[in-house]
């Protein structure tokens, strides 16, 4: 295994990049934090809606939390393929219908953290804020939302780590993430599937557990403050 | 998107292909179920367990599965884990559907993971109290968590782990990418074939929908008929 990561540890890094596209570790991080900063305020519209108090604009968006949630991402990723070079007009490359289909899904469940979020802040907090004369949008603004968005940051690192993972389904439209590379380097040995996933499984264990642990020290602190 | 035409991928062959793919789906959701729950039961309680080996044991399965990929574990059990078995085994396997064989591998120890942890949370919801009120009034253990904890905490495990299994019949679709002719795999198969590709992702994502919305209503009717009660 060391030797593989010995003469392989470039390209698992960043592809073939600088002679040809980035790829790589370096692309899978990318690709998902690029993902999950889109991702963000599309959740917290989608969020804000599904506690809309208004019905045209709370039942359309709550029907399409669940088509969502209830569809798999790969489906998504699909669809992204078929519809984005209708939509654009000319062909998209694999990394812009990954990040469409990866923004889309992932917008689907902020929405379901955001929603919870508001929801766990007590009534209270809004009744005070509306009798004190600011309108809906300020209370959602100044007071409701940078409450919530306390509670929900374990749940958004977590929620990091999951689309870590998902950028993984990039390797089935051969865009050149992390586990297509790793496949790559597999084809080139032939010999050494072990070692080349085994390599592959561990830089993701690495990665996400790292990231799930800094989760779970924000959850502990979270309620330590809150109590 | 000019003339929509299910018909076109809905005729018998296509449709034979289909429904396959869509059996083979619910198949591969039904063994990993069966297997990952026990699994899962036995993960959580080696994590609650007071001895130091068992709950070093299940944390590092849990952390393990759960923050390695799906895909990245299927590919791990279809290329690399054959050549670690023993020969007869190794052919055994390739005579035997590896690559469902190896679906369900890997779906199973993914879900058990997650599994795991909703079970073992649902038993730390329990107040210990209600474990020592049970001893103080003359129950054995067995009889303490079998009468007084594990009612309670039932309650509190079914609806997480409907909510995995959810995620469990949407990654099925996953196993595609080893050749498992599940119903994502027909998809990619009536497509080519057809050259429709809107029309065949439409159907196959209302099944996918179908049986998740009915996943869903399943969660919802267990959180009306049996709501976690405060003690």
Redesign the interface.
């Known amino acids: 295994m060391i030797d593989i990561i010995d003469t392989y540890w470039l390209y698992f890094l960043v592809g073939q990049y600088p002679d040809g596209p980035l790829g790589g570790l370096v692309l899978t991080l990318l690709l998902g934090f690029t993902a999950v900063v889109l991702a963000l305020p599309l959740g917290v519209l989608l969020g804000l809606a599904r506690v809309s108090v208004r019905r045209w604009l709370r039942w359309p968006v709550t029907a399409l939390v669940y088509v969502v949630r209830g569809t798999p991402l790969l489906m998504v990723v699909f669809w992204a393929y078929f519809f984005l070079p209708s939509v654009t007009g000319h062909k998209t490359n694999q990394f812009t219908t990954m990040l469409a289909a990866l923004v889309f899904f992932n917008g689907a469940y902020l929405a379901e953290i955001v929603r919870a979020g508001i929801q766990g802040i007590a009534k209270g907090q809004m009744e005070c804020a509306r009798s004190l004369g600011l309108n809906y949008t300020q209370a959602m603004r100044y007071i409701i939302l940078p409450q919530a968005a306390r509670n929900m940051l374990p749940s958004l690192v977590n929620q990091f780590v999951t689309t870590i993972k998902e950028t993984s389904l990039g390797y089935i439209i051969g865009l050149a993430e992390l586990s297509f590379v790793a496949s790559q380097i597999n084809t080139q040995l032939l010999t050494r599937p072990v070692a080349v996933f085994g390599t592959l499984a561990l830089a993701y264990f690495i990665l996400c557990l790292g990231l799930s642990r800094i989760a779970y020290y924000l959850e502990v602190r979270r309620s330590r403050v809150a109590t | ?1 000019p003339n929509f035409d299910l018909a076109a991928v809905l005729t018998d062959e296509f449709r034979g292909w289909l429904l396959d793919g869509f059996l083979l789906s619910i198949e591969l959701t039904a063994i990993t179920w069966l297997i990952a729950l026990p699994l899962a039961t036995f993960i959580a309680l080696c994590r609650l367990s007071s001895v130091r080996v068992a709950r070093g044991l299940g944390f590092a399965l849990v ?2 599965f ?8 299927l ?2 059990w279809y ?2 884990v054959p ?2 078995l023993p020969e007869a085994l190794r052919s055994w396997l390739y005579e035997h559907d590896a690559e469902i064989v190896c679906a369900v591998a890997g779906l199973t120890f993914y879900t058990a993971a997650f599994m795991a942890e909703d079970i073992r949370s649902g038993i730390r919801a329990v107040p210990v109290t209600q474990l020592e009120a049970a001893r103080a009034l003359g129950f054995s253990f067995l009889a303490s968590m079998r009468r007084i904890v594990l009612p309670q905490a039932v309650r509190i495990i079914v609806p997480p782990l409907i909510s995995q299994t ?1 995620n469990l019949w ?5 196993a ?2 080893i050749g498992t002719a599940e119903l ?1 795999y027909q ?1 990619q198969r009536v497509e080519t074939a057809s050259f429709r ?2 029309e065949t ?1 439409t159907v ?2 209302l099944a ?2 179908a049986v ?2 009915l996943i ?1 209503a399943l969660s919802v009717w267990f959180q009306r008929r049996f709501p976690v009660r405060a003690s």
């Open positions: 998107m952390e393990g759960r923050n390695i990929p799906l895909l990245v574990q590919l791990f290329f690399a050549e670690l959810l949407k990654n099925t679709s996953i595609t990418v994502m998809a590709g809107v992702f196959v994502t996918y929908l998740s919305l869903t």
